[in-house]
Antibody, heavy 119, light 111 residues
């Protein structure tokens, strides 16, 4: 059974940093692209970032480019999202997800971790 | 990359069929057969219900079906049930440095 468990969310001041983690199990982790998707309170889904199975390729939404960094440790079956220079509008539930195929869909989702950016 | 356009809300009575549209561009929906649809109940993570335009993952009801014409994808829910009341999002692969672009979301209400 595929399981994705996010952690690391919390309250942070504007301009601060936070690192999210997503522990994966139940599938061939090193062969699977992993993505982060966020949802601001009462709003829709927004793709944030994707990292390839090897970790060599990374992709970012324009809204986070230059501030967020996605990485992975295949030995630990974990993907990370380092978030710097956080802004009020980064407040959201952050989900990690992976698909039936790379870049085509997001079949499996974690339960989410809440990031609140506020003074 | 702009969000795909969906109607804000769609409603129907139990047993009826409803269709949700998802309008994109020739750079996303129109270029790839990689449209997926997600159902999200309040307080829950999204759930994949359609991938590659019209394929259903194992365990998803055959009351859900997908289609695509040019730059617009559609999700049809037939035999509407109370449990179908939820938010629905389309999503497309967008190529280049943008992997996924989501739709604006549609709230489905079962009358």
């Amino acid at each position: 059974e595929v399981q994705l468990v996010e952690s690391g969310g919390g309250l942070v001041q504007p301009g601060g940093s936070l690192r999210l983690s997503c522990a994966a199990s139940g599938f061939t982790f090193s062969s699977s692209a992993m993505s982060w998707v966020r949802q601001a309170p009462g709003k829709g889904l927004e793709w944030v970032s994707t990292v390839s199975g090897s970790g060599m390729s990374t992709y970012y939404a324009d809204s986070v480019k230059g501030r967020f960094t996605v990485s992975r440790d295949n030995s630990k079956h974990t993907v990370y999202l380092q978030m710097n220079s956080l802004r009020d509008d980064d407040t959201a539930e952050y989900y990690c997800a992976t698909g039936l195929q790379d870049y085509g869909d997001l079949a499996y989702w974690g339960q989410g971790t809440l990031v609140t950016v506020s003074a | 990359q702009s969000a795909l356009t969906q109607p804000a809300s769609v409603s129907g009575s139990p047993g009826q069929s409803i269709t949700i549209s998802c309008s994109g561009t020739s750079s996303d929906v129109g270029s790839y057969n990689l449209v997926s649809w997600y159902q999200q109940h309040p307080g829950k993570a999204p759930k994949l219900i359609i991938y590659e335009v019209n394929k259903r993952p194992s365990g998803v009801s055959n009351r859900f079906s997908g289609s695509q014409s040019d730059n617009t994808a559609s999700l049809t829910i037939s035999g509407l049930q109370a449990e179908d009341e939820a938010d629905y999002y389309c999503c497309s692969y967008a190529g280049g440095s943008t992997i996924f672009v989501f739709g604006t979301g549609t709230k489905v209400t079962v009358l």
